[in-house]
């Protein structure tokens, strides 16, 4: 049984720093492309952050430079540092579990709520 748990989450002040761990059991982390995405109430879900299970990765536009993806398949654990948050940084972030060979689908953890202000 895959599962997918992320950890980490808080309340910062702006320009503080946190990191966000997701920890994936159950099965072979090597061929599961990994991200990040955060959801705040009434929006869609957005992308924050992906990286593949070779280490390609793809930031949105709102946190590059200021946020960095990385993954310890030793560990399997991905993680999101976070630095310069600003307060529009603030909802439920999301880890997601891309798996890539059949049968191709996503895992979701349950989410984790990331507030920043003063």
């Known amino acids: 049984q895959v599962q997918v748990v992320e950890s980490g989450g808080g309340l910062v002040q702006p320009g503080g720093s946190l990191r966000l761990s997701c920890a994936l059991s159950?099965?072979?982390?090597?061929?599961?492309?990994m991200g990040w995405y955060r959801q705040v109430p009434e929006k869609q879900r957005e992308l924050v952050a992906t990286?593949?299970?070779?280490?390609?990765?793809n930031y949105a536009d709102s946190v590059k430079a200021r946020f960095t993806i990385s993954r310890d398949n030793a560990k399997n654990t991905v993680y999101l540092q976070m630095n310069s948050l600003k307060p529009e940084d603030t909802a439920v972030y999301y880890c997601?579990?891309?798996?890539?060979?059949?049968?191709?689908?996503?895992?979701w953890g349950q989410g984790t709520q990331v507030t920043v202000s003063s």
């Open positions: 159950g099965s072979i982390f090597g061929i599961y492309n």
């Open positions: 990286i593949t299970s070779g280490g390609r990765t």
């Open positions: 997601d579990a891309h798996r890539t060979t059949p049968p191709v689908r996503d895992y």
